[in-house]
């Protein structure tokens, strides 16, 4: 069983940065592809960034392109997320989730970043409150 614990969320000022972490545990997927996504009140889902497991192939979405950044470490099994030049707008709940629907990792990843409710498995959510 796949299980994921985020953590790293907090409130910050415009212009800030914060980092989230997400440990991973049980995973025996190798096409899994691994990211977040996130959820403002009243707004859709949002994938934001996902990675390959295992590699350095990654998938960021427009609104966060140069400012996020996302990485593992396959050796602590973590998932992270750098995020830098934090803006109002981020401000949402954002959840570590992986899908591992498809033997090609890609397709997971196009699932995550595109489809983010139809994910395998997420953790419980970290708030990230980014004050102007």
């Known amino acids: 069983q796949v299980q994921l614990v985020e953590s790293g969320g907090g409130s910050v000022q415009a212009g800030g940065s914060l980092t989230l972490s997400c440990a991973a545990s049980?995973?025996?997927?190798?096409?899994?592809?691994m990211g977040w996504f996130r959820q403002a009140p009243g707004k859709e889902r949002e994938g934001v960034a996902a990675?390959?497991?295992?590699?350095?192939?990654?998938y960021y979405a427009d609104s966060v392109k140069g400012r996020f950044t996302i990485s593992q470490d396959n050796a602590n099994n973590t998932l992270l997320l750098q995020m830098n030049s934090l803006k109002s707008e981020d401000t949402a709940m954002y959840y570590c989730?992986?899908?591992?629907?498809?033997?090609?990792?890609?397709?997971?990843?196009?699932?995550?970043?595109?489809?983010?409710?139809?994910?395998?498995?997420r953790g419980q959510g970290t708030q990230v409150t980014v004050s102007s």
């Open positions: 989730a992986t899908v591992v629907k498809s033997w090609r990792p890609t397709d997971n990843c196009a699932r995550l970043m595109r489809i983010p409710a139809d994910y395998d498995y």
């Open positions: 990675i390959v497991r295992g590699t350095v192939t990654t």
């Open positions: 049980g995973y025996t997927y190798d096409s899994a592809c």
